[in-house]
T-cell receptor, first 115, second 113 residues
Framework: KQEVTQIPAALSVPEGENLVLNCSFT??????LQWFRQDPGKGLTSLLL?????REQTSGRLNASLDKSSGRSTLYIAASQPGDSATYLC??????????????FGKGTKLSVKP | DAGVIQSPRHEVTEMGQEVTLRCKPI?????LFWYRQTMMRGLELLIY????????DSGMPEDRFSAKMPNASFSTLKIQPSEPRDSAVYFC???????????FGQGTRLTVV
């Protein structure tokens, strides 16, 4: 059974710092990995999607990497800003058997960027 | 497209009442997911559909929960009878295919008193 883990559960950094959020998964049979952002009381906003054949994706100050063989992904945020404060979730899309297409989430990392 | 649309945004009901949550996926999307989010358990998958057919409902907590997708543009999640422990935010999401980006609705915050 696929399990997705995110460490740390919470992170607090001063404004301007570069930071890395981690996501690990137990089964490499995935179509892709997707990073989301969730603000308090809001829905999930898609940030980046990395296909299983890709190594990384970039969008603005965000860079996500994927190492499928080791079951790891990182989300790098450059020059963090208070507006980046939110919970960041990663999710993998399964590519096997009866669960094909299923989307499994980690529990998220709550990021706080202090001015 | 307006994105994934969920209704209602908020629902407060008394224990024992029937609750129906609604979702309109993005037009043309083949996959539709229902999730439940709580502080304790995070995001839990309840059920997902492919081309209106339920594929995996192993996350549905018990027989009180049921989900339907009568056509490609509408799905419902029903709880009957509702209990206080069902209080949570329920999200619907859709994606075009099994390997494409998933998009979420704004959620329905359910409170059962």
């Amino acid at each position: 059974k696929q399990e997705v883990t995110q460490i740390p559960a919470a992170l607090s950094v001063p404004e301007g710092e570069n930071l890395v959020l981690n996501c690990s998964f137990t089964d490499s049979a995935i179509y892709n990995l997707q990073w989301f952002r969730q603000d308090p009381g809001k829905g999930l906003t898609s940030l980046l999607l990395i296909q299983s054949s890709q190594r990384e994706q970039t969008s603005g100050r965000l860079n996500a990497s994927l190492d499928k063989s080791s079951g790891r992904s990182t989300l790098y945020i450059a020059a963090s800003q208070p507006g980046d404060s939110a919970t960041y979730l990663c999710a993998v899309r399964l590519n096997y058997g009866g669960s094909q297409g299923n989307l499994i989430f980690g529990k998220g990392t709550k990021l706080s960027v202090k001015p | 497209d307006a994105g994934v649309i969920q209704s209602p945004r908020h629902e407060v009901t008394e224990m024992g009442q029937e609750v129906t949550l609604r979702c309109k996926p993005i037009s043309g999307h083949d996959y539709l997911f229902w999730y439940r989010q709580t502080m304790m358990r995070g995001l839990e998958l309840l059920i997902y559909f492919n081309n209106n057919v339920p594929i995996d409902d192993s996350g549905m907590p018990e027989d009180r929960f049921s989900a339907k997708m009568p056509n490609a543009s509408f799905s419902t999640l029903k709880i009957q009878p509702s209990e206080p422990r069902d209080s949570a935010v329920y999200f619907c999401a859709s994606s075009l295919w099994s390997n494409t980006e998933a998009f979420f609705g704004q959620g329905t915050r359910l409170t059962v008193v």
